[in-house]
């Protein structure tokens, strides 16, 4: 029956065990595949912020395009005003040149035809009323000297004019010319407007990818911190399905001592009563003389029988006292089950990125005191081989304990073992 009992006990923290395993394991690929996920997504995010920056480069590119452009549309709006108020200037002059032209051409017809039906009365009148011939001479020169003038001053507005009209002609290709460079860079500025509310739509969406990937990255990460909660929880109680198991164990191998004990105890009671009942029958088979000599005897025989059957006793309970030594001892504390032990100092080998810094407490790191351990409070006291030891850091599952040491060379020199660990209440 008591075996049977263990036998039960033992098969059912077993089952219970393996079921605690399988929900340890399925949690592990829960987290692996979010693991998998949480990788994709920063990838997703480096590339979008990638791709983010690239459109905003072009972005920035565009906008000096643009205002390169609206700076050049400025300058021809001004050149093309310039023009047309020369080009009105020219028309002005042109109008007024035409207008002296016209003036001095009345003027000089005028003149010619007084001239013309007045000639031969007009130099008889010179000729008559010259006090000399020099002096007729130098009426005629200037009658011929004014003839000129009004045809080189004909001669000059119309050269006047005609550059004028080249000038305007000249003035007004430039200003179409300019109308042309406005419509061709108001069509750029527009391409380019358009390319830049386009780009600036990309980054939007970009921007709204990124954070929604980055949501979904700090989904992932509050759901793998949530997992890995759910692990440690899962290892501490497969410990505790463990150290239960081995205390139980402990117990019904203990009580199994004590009933084998008390089993043998009982069989030799019985044979000594056994040999007693024997000794009597052969005493009163024999004569009575003898019989008291025998029952003397007898009574002798049985009290060698005692001592030797105490002695045998007590050589029976060494090994007990051997196996106590490797049982578990629940005066140092709770026991938690057998853990595995690492060593770590603060470098940046065994750190990374936290090197030199403080623990995952707040706490600083003090050899031969500081170990680090999930599933369990901040200054948990855990008894590892009889040194006291206060969990201060993080970084390993329950069940691994990681104890700092003040240098990598102790750390390389401690490895890797295991011992049983107990919370010290």
Same mark, same amino acid.
């Not at 998998?36 to 972005?59: F, H, P």
């Not at 400025?74 to 016209?102: F, M, T, V």
């Not at 504390?333 to 030199?356: D, M, P, V």
């Not at 969990?391 to 011992?419: N, P, W």
């Given at each position: 029956?008591?075996?049977?009992?263990?036998?039960?006990?033992?098969?059912?923290?077993?089952?219970?065990?393996?079921?605690?395993?399988?929900?340890?394991?399925?949690?592990?690929?829960?987290?692996?595949?979010?693991?998998?996920?949480?990788?994709?997504?920063?990838?997703?995010?480096?590339?979008?912020?990638?791709?983010?920056?690239?459109?905003?480069?072009?972005?920035?590119?565009?906008?000096?395009?643009?205002?390169?452009?609206?700076?050049?549309?400025?300058?021809?709006?001004?050149?093309?005003?310039?023009?047309?108020?020369?080009?009105?200037?020219?028309?002005?002059?042109?109008?007024?040149?035409?207008?002296?032209?016209?003036?001095?051409?009345?003027?000089?017809?005028?003149?010619?035809?007084?001239?013309?039906?007045?000639?031969?009365?007009?130099?008889?009148?010179?000729?008559?009323?010259?006090?000399?011939?020099?002096?007729?001479?130098?009426?005629?020169?200037?009658?011929?000297?004014?003839?000129?003038?009004?045809?080189?001053?004909?001669?000059?507005?119309?050269?006047?004019?005609?550059?004028?009209?080249?000038?305007?002609?000249?003035?007004?290709?430039?200003?179409?010319?300019?109308?042309?460079?406005?419509?061709?860079?108001?069509?750029?500025?527009?391409?380019?407007?358009?390319?830049?509310?386009?780009?600036?739509?990309?980054?939007?969406?970009?921007?709204?990818?990124?954070?929604?990937?980055?949501?979904?990255?700090?989904?992932?990460?509050?759901?793998?911190?949530?997992?890995?909660?759910?692990?440690?929880?899962?290892?501490?109680?497969? &410990?505790?399905? =463990?150290? %239960? /198991? !081995?205390?139980? $164990?402990? *117990?019904? +191998?203990? #009580?199994? @001592?004590?009933?084998?004990?008390?089993? &043998?105890?009982? =069989?030799? %009671? /019985? !044979?000594?009563? $056994?040999? *007693?009942? +024997?000794? #009597?029958? @052969?005493?009163?088979?024999?004569?009575? &003389?003898?019989?008291?000599?025998? /029952?003397?005897?007898?009574?002798?025989?049985?009290?060698?029988?005692?001592?030797?059957?105490?002695?045998?006793?007590?050589?029976?309970?060494?090994?007990?006292?051997?196996?106590?030594?490797?049982?578990?001892?629940?005066?140092?504390?709770?026991?938690?089950?057998?853990?595995?032990?690492?060593?770590?100092?603060?470098?940046?080998?065994?750190?990374?990125?936290?090197?030199?810094?403080?623990?995952?407490?707040?706490?600083?790191?003090?050899?031969?005191?500081?170990?680090?351990?999930?599933?369990?409070?901040?200054?948990?006291?855990?008894?590892?081989?009889?040194?006291?030891?206060?969990?201060?850091?993080?970084?390993?599952?329950?069940?691994?304990?990681?104890?700092?040491?003040?240098?990598?060379?102790?750390?390389?020199?401690?490895?890797?073992?295991?011992?049983?660990?107990?919370?010290?209440?």
């Amino acid at each position: 029956m008591l075996l049977s009992a263990i036998l039960t006990v033992g098969t059912v923290v077993s089952a219970y065990g393996t079921s605690t395993q399988e929900k340890i394991s399925d949690a592990k690929a829960q987290q692996q595949q979010n693991q998998t996920s949480l990788q994709a997504a920063r990838q997703k995010i480096n590339e979008l912020e990638s791709k983010k920056g690239e459109s905003e480069n072009y972005l920035q590119d565009l906008n000096g395009q643009l205002e390169e452009l609206k700076s050049n549309l400025e300058k021809l709006q001004r050149d093309y005003n310039s023009k047309q108020e020369e080009l009105n200037r020219l028309q002005a002059e042109l109008e007024q040149a035409k207008a002296d032209e016209q003036e001095q051409y009345e003027a000089m017809k005028i003149r010619i035809q007084y001239m013309y039906e007045n000639s031969d009365s007009d130099y008889f009148n010179m000729l008559f009323s010259s006090r000399s011939f020099s002096d007729f001479l130098n009426q005629a020169e200037n009658i011929s000297r004014m003839a000129q003038y009004d045809r080189q001053m004909l001669d000059t507005y119309r050269e006047t004019k005609e550059a004028i009209e080249v000038k305007e002609q000249e003035v007004a290709a430039e200003k179409d010319a300019i109308a042309v460079l406005q419509q061709e860079s108001a069509q750029q500025q527009e391409v380019v407007e358009e390319l830049v509310q386009a780009t600036y739509l990309q980054i939007r969406e970009y921007q709204q990818d990124i954070q929604s990937q980055e949501s979904k990255e700090s989904a992932l990460l509050q759901q793998i911190s949530q997992q890995e909660e759910q692990i440690n929880a899962l290892l501490k109680q497969a &410990k505790d399905e =463990e150290a %239960a /198991a !081995r205390l139980a $164990a402990q *117990k019904a +191998a203990e #009580e199994a @001592a004590r009933k084998a004990a008390e089993k &043998k105890a009982a =069989e030799q %009671a /019985a !044979r000594e009563a $056994a040999e *007693k009942k +024997a000794a #009597e029958q @052969a005493a009163r088979e024999a004569a009575e &003389k003898e019989a008291a000599e025998k /029952a003397a005897q007898s009574d002798k025989q049985n009290t060698s029988n005692k001592s030797e059957s105490s002695s045998s006793q007590s050589g029976g309970s060494k090994p007990d006292t051997d196996k106590e030594e490797t049982l578990i001892d629940t005066s140092r504390g709770t026991y938690l089950g057998r853990f595995k032990l690492t060593a770590y100092c603060t470098c940046s080998i065994c750190c990374g990125q936290w090197a030199g810094g403080g623990t995952a407490s707040g706490a600083a790191p003090t050899p031969g005191r500081t170990v680090a351990m999930a599933g369990v409070p901040f200054g948990t006291k855990l008894s590892i081989n009889g040194h006291i030891y206060t969990v201060e850091d993080r970084g390993t599952a329950y069940g691994h304990v990681d104890i700092l040491m003040a240098s990598h060379e102790e750390a390389l020199r401690f490895g890797s073992k295991y011992a049983d660990v107990y919370q010290v209440n």
